[in-house]
């Protein structure tokens, strides 16, 4: 009987069945009372065949570890451990041994950057590289220690290697991550003279090999002159005397302690840091690298504390232009080297913008920017004959203060294809059309709205924002829903009562959109504000930004305003078209991104951004130019708190454009500086609003460069485009001053004086209410009242 039978005999009373086949002279069956004896018997059998199998199978367990141990032991483990670490060692010491010292590239470093129009054409040429090296004697030796203090406090007792810097910068670039820090000033010297700045694992050995036998073979003072001489400051200058020069207009010998630290600062992000173009955190910050400067030579004994604290930032002096870029030439180049330097570092040719930098002033590269050569002209032209030909500081000094900067970008293809930087790269260095110092004002509201479309967000009462949505246009109303109070006066403190959202965008009502933005949420409309292309970070989620108080740049407008143009479809405006150089490749980004708004929330808001030019503050620079010939246009117009800004940012289907212009003064620091007044062409107090030179400026190249008449391919069922506008009737409020808030418009206290043609006369024309409480600014002469009389028909209309 088999053993399950024996179970199931068990179960059945306890009694044995009887076994299938008994042998012939087996004994008599058991008796009763020996079945338990039996099944006690079997009972042990089974549990120690159980017993054995466990065993068994525990052994054949216990076997397979066994082996494992036997495999990786300690013993076996740190020997293996040890091999590979000789193996490495000896490596090294090969490589050590088979690696000599090269020459340096320097004659490498003197081929020219190429660039051309988008058609091929020649643009410009870089020049020879500005480069005089100088012995380190004649450096005065508290200066040479401020870059010892900046880079590398152990120079003079390192092995010229950080090995744990090292180590991090080759995992870096073997995993593809970016920057990494802690290269001594020997490594540096060397990447800079002997080597090149590519990012590859040969590259960075190369560098730590040859950075150990030059600190054995050479002095310290050897290398450090090396590493002060080629190291690239910025302005296109390489080495300390071409910076010295650069920066302070003085010989490497007559440097001050104070100077050379921020010459030292510099190194760590020559753009970044120069004072001249840096914005505002950018001079935070260098002002934090130059008195970490000297607090490390304070801490090394080389400059003595009382010393130190009567030390003062010494601001950089203006920059002086390169030969071949005078008038836009400067600005087109400068701005396709800063970009050829972000996609660099984007694509980790580059670890960071520092050597970024480095590699584009290196020469060799061959740029072909979008910039067409005829719009380029035509762009120019309209600023020179719209603006700058008006302006003379000799009869006025607020006209000296004037800055223009323009972008120009085709919303298909995201390329910039015009670009006006200022008067001239060699009389002004910082390029306006990328500068993001002054304050976009009205230009963002339609910002919010699209976040609000987007968003399908609602009012306090409950109500979906649309075009016809309904808002309170009272000055000063208080903002309802904020934690954070807030109640803007609409320009000349006018009160217009219930108005559209259209309505609200024509006259650019500052109380309407305050409340538009509180009912959206703050955060969610500078996140669309992000995501159509200008810089939000470090900014408040608060009801102020609703008046575009923020910075921001032509370039970036031009760029949101293009995205609204191709139906909600990020564009990146792009100035390079390609780019060649023997020793990089480099793959351009795409210009044309993913939908970051949806396309009826973008065609709304171009729907009603063309009542602002067929019934709001553009109307006769725009709507009522001779020039338009039935031209589509949506716009919008902007002048911020005190005038210091007036913008003009409109698109037809085809062509985005972007005009500022900014009060700067002409006198150092150039602080900014109100622009009423200038030109003196503007009755009353002269106020410049965006619906005055800005739109014509914008009109005079687009209508000039755009002959073929195109419609708006829409997606919607709101706004101007579709709808009729109805106009507000606004009425003053009690205060007749007019004051300047941010943001703020110029609607007049009657029916909309922007409807009525005004004088083409500038000196006879009856001022607005906003001129009627100060004296008017000096008048032109009859002489320029003759020249200019067809050429100002704006003098009052809004922003």
């Known amino acids: 009987m088999g053993r399950a039978d024996e179970r199931r005999a068990r179960q059945r009373g306890g009694r044995r069945a009887a076994p299938r086949d008994r042998s012939p002279g087996a004994g008599p069956e058991p008796s009763e009372e020996s079945v338990p004896t039996a099944q006690a018997a079997t009972g042990v059998a089974a549990g120690g065949r159980a017993a054995a199998r466990r065993s068994a199978r525990k052994g054949a367990k216990g076997g397979d570890k066994g082996r494992i141990r036997r495999l990786f032991t300690w013993k076996k483990m740190i020997g293996t451990f040890l091999g590979v670490c000789l193996l490495g060692i000896g490596a090294f010491v090969v490589l050590y041994l088979t690696t000599p010292i090269p020459e340096g590239n320097a004659a490498a470093q003197l081929q020219s950057n190429v660039y051309n129009y988008s058609d091929g054409t020649l643009l410009t040429r870089d020049g020879e590289l500005n480069r005089e090296n100088v012995d380190l004697a004649e450096v005065p030796k508290a200066v040479q220690r401020t870059f010892v203090a900046a880079e590398n406090k152990s120079f003079y007792q390192d092995a010229g290697v950080d090995l744990k810097g090292t180590a991090r910068g080759l995992l870096n670039t073997v995993m593809g991550k970016g920057a990494q820090g802690g290269s001594t000033i020997t490594q540096q010297y ?48 390489y080495g300390i005397q071409a910076a010295a020069q650069a920066y302070y207009r003085v010989d490497a010998d007559q440097l001050t302690v104070a100077q050379g630290a921020y010459l030292a600062a510099l190194l760590q992000a020559p753009s970044q840091y120069d004072w001249a173009v840096a914005t505002d955190t950018g001079k935070k910050l260098v002002q934090q690298r130059w008195n970490y400067v000297l607090d490390n030579m304070v801490e090394e004994d080389w400059l003595d504390k009382s010393e130190r604290d009567a030390l003062k930032f010494p601001v950089p002096k203006e920059p002086k232009a ?53 719009k380029q002209k035509a762009l120019e032209k309209s600023v020179k004959q719209q603006l700058t030909s008006k302006l003379d500081a000799t009869k006025r000094s607020v006209d000296g203060d004037v800055q223009a900067g323009a972008v120009s970008v085709d919303p298909k293809t995201g390329a910039v294809v015009a670009m006006y930087g200022g008067v001239d790269y060699v009389k002004h260095y910082t390029n306006n059309a990328t500068r993001a110092d002054y304050q976009p004002a009205s230009t963002f509201k339609p910002v919010i709205l699209a976040a609000a479309l987007d968003q399908a967000a609602q009012t306090q009462d409950g109500e979906e924002i649309t075009a016809d949505t309904l808002y309170d246009g009272t000055s000063k109303r208080p903002v309802v829903g904020s934690d954070i109070g807030f109640a803007p006066e609409n320009e000349d403190d006018v009160d217009y009562g219930d108005v559209t959202v259209q309505t609200a965008m024509n006259k650019s009502i500052n109380s309407a959109f305050a409340q538009m933005g509180v009912d959206v949420g703050m955060d969610k409309v500078l996140q669309t504000a992000s995501d159509l292309g200008m810089d ?113 940012t409109a698109y037809t289907p085809d062509l985005v454009t972007s005009v500022g212009l900014f009060g700067e003064s002409a006198k150092s620091p150039h602080p900014q ?29 687009t209508f000039g460069v755009s002959t073929k008449v195109t419609k708006f391919d829409l997606e919607t069922d709101q706004g101007a485009a579709v709808q009729p506008t109805v106009t507000a009737e606004p009425s003053p409020s009690e205060s007749p001053e007019p004051t300047e808030e941010p943001s703020t418009e110029a609607p007049t206290s009657s029916a909309p004086a922007e409807s009525a043609t005004p004088s083409e006369e500038p000196t006879t024309e009856e001022p607005s209410e906003e001129a009627t409480t100060e004296e008017p600014s000096e008048s032109p002469t009859a002489e320029e009242s003759e020249t200019e009389e067809s050429e100002n028909p704006f003098e009052q209309m809004g922003q």
Request: charged fraction near 20%.
């Open 322 to 374: 390169a030969p071949g870029q005078e008038g836009q030439v400067g600005y087109l180049v400068n701005a396709a080297n800063s970009e050829l330097e972000r996609q660099l570092v984007q694509q980790g040719v580059a670890d960071s913008s520092k050597e970024a930098e480095a590699m584009v002033n290196a020469g060799g590269w061959n740029i072909t920017l979008n910039i067409d050569k005829k």
């Open 536 to 648: 939000t970070e470090g900014l408040k989620a608060v009801p102020a930004q609703t008046l575009g108080t923020m910075g921001a740049s032509p370039l970036q407008m031009a760029g949101v305003y293009a995205t609204l143009d191709n139906h909600g479809k990020k564009v990146t405006p792009a100035v390079i078209k390609s780019v060649e150089n023997s020793a990089h490749e480099v793959e351009l980004s795409d210009p044309i991104g993913e939908q970051v708004i949806s396309r009826e929330a973008a065609d709304t808001v171009t729907s009603v951004l063309t009542g602002v030019v067929d019934d709001g503050t553009a109307q006769t620079s725009v709507r009522d130019n001779p020039e338009r010939n039935g031209q589509k246009v949506a716009g919008k117009t902007g002048t911020s708190d005190n005038n210091l800004s007036a913008w003009f």
């Open 190 to 237: 060397v990447k800079n003279y002997y080597l090149t700045q590519e990012q590859t694992v040969t590259r960075k050995l190369n560098e730590l090999v040859i950075s150990l036998k030059l600190d054995r073979e050479k002095s310290k003072d050897y290398i450090l002159a090396g590493y002060i001489n080629t190291s690239y400051y910025g302005r296109g200058a």
């Open 673 to 701: 500086v109100s622009l009423t007044g200038a030109t003196g062409l503007i009755p009353g107090k002269g106020r410049i609003n965006g619906g005055g030179y800005p739109a014509q400026i914008w009109a005079a190249y």
